[in-house]
């Protein structure tokens, strides 16, 4: 997903930070995979409190893009606020639709949502859900997902796997 992200974006204007895992170890100069969480120490996201700031001031980055709510949101948003960087915020979903069972959640996630610069999300159920919720009408962008029209095949592939499978037109 972010290495499609990032190929739509000029080089060293965005950078994604994700988590480390086996199927997708390694960075490059755009994609940051790290793990977030120690093994040794609790909690296990504490040690961001010092690293997300220094990864902040080493790569330069000027505005947070936050990928979807998860349980690290509240720290990365009180760390970009802290470093007076504009917070962008993705939503697809169950990520906002889940906190809602916990009061604690909910408060935390509404109050992140009324004060994050912008919110992006696909589609206008979740807009809605947003307005619900308190968030201004200028804080909301959808961009509903799509396929990248280069990736489509042109007529001639099409009539040429077409032939080849013995599909009619």
Known sequence: ????????????????LTQATPEAPNSNDQILRVNFFSKNFR??????????????????????????LSPLTPLVWCVARWRRLPVLLSIHGADLLI?????????????????????ITNGEFLAHELRRRGVSEESIVIIPPGVSLPVLPTPTERDSVRHQFGIDQ
């Open 43 to 68: 909690p296990r996201w504490l040690p961001w409190l010092w690293r997300f700031p220094q990864l902040i001031r080493h790569h330069g980055i000027q505005q947070l893009w936050i990928g979807h």
């Open 99 to 119: 906190p809602e069972r916990h009061q604690l959640s909910r408060w935390i996630t509404q109050w992140i949502l009324r004060h994050t610069n912008l919110i």
């Open 1 to 16: 997903y972010y290495r499609h992200v990032v190929e739509q974006v000029p080089a060293r204007e965005l950078i994604v």
